[in-house]
């Protein structure tokens, strides 16, 4: 299956987003950049099945996606999964995006080091691969023996066929993998929630605007003794 109209990739980010901050927002952005994607689509998880149920609902979960990346025009909100009414699973977002998009078009994953190593518990992950290309990004430095290593018992196939660079993306619609350094930043969801609830204050952790979201609605309220 090739790519006669040369059709640039489109990044597809999903996560639960509880909250969104500058982490996920910086690694979409190198990682469009460095991809050369038409743009990337936030996909917010509805009830992901691969851990604990998001503390706070998907609308205002969306509803803090919307307002971070309202000013980035390379940014797409997808809101597919929060509208359903069961688990949300990647596999099943991708192949509603191949409906929606043709079977041309390169689309292309974007996962974190720590998520790429746990492919392997997630519901068929091995369609993935038959659906999108997988965009890695990791810190700068990460061991090339850990990749190898991790996508030999991942694959379990030949790896060299798949390993791809940025340009080879907009070849095919799906199947390979690149790997990107990205900016380490050490921000975490679970470290804001805790700051918030802790009484603390995230500032510069995430948009003011996000903040401004979630002082507002009085999410992630802190404990009480």
Not at 77 to 84: F, G, K, N, P, Y
Not at 109 to 134: K, M, P, R, T, Y
């Amino acid at each position: 299956m090739g790519n006669p109209r040369n059709l640039r990739p489109i990044g597809i980010f999903g996560g639960t987003f509880d909250p969104i901050h500058f982490g996920h927002l910086r690694l979409a952005e190198e990682m469009a950049e460095a991809l050369e994607l038409d743009h990337v689509r936030f996909v917010p998880a509805g009830t992901p099945p691969h851990r604990s149920r998001p503390r706070t609902d998907a609308p205002h979960r969306l509803a803090m996606v919307k307002i971070a990346t309202a000013n980035n025009p390379r940014f797409v909100v997808d809101q597919r999964e929060v509208q359903l009414p069961r688990l949300s699973y990647t596999v099943d977002t991708l192949h509603s995006l191949r409906a929606e998009l043709g079977s041309n078009q390169p689309l292309c994953l974007l996962l974190g080091a720590d998520a790429f190593l746990g492919l392997s518990s997630w519901h068929n992950w091995q369609e993935l691969f038959d659906l999108a290309h997988i965009a890695i990004a990791h810190r700068p430095g990460f061991p090339q023996s850990t990749w190898k290593d991790a996508m030999a018992d991942i694959l379990r196939d030949a790896i060299e066929t798949r390993m791809a660079n940025p340009e080879d993306l907009n070849t095919c619609p799906a199947g390979l993998i690149v790997t990107r350094p990205i900016t380490a930043l050490d921000i975490s969801a679970t470290h804001i929630r805790d700051t918030l609830r802790a009484g603390r204050n995230p500032r510069y952790l995430l948009p003011d605007a996000v903040l401004d979201y979630i002082n507002a609605h009085q999410l992630y309220l802190p404990e009480t003794a």
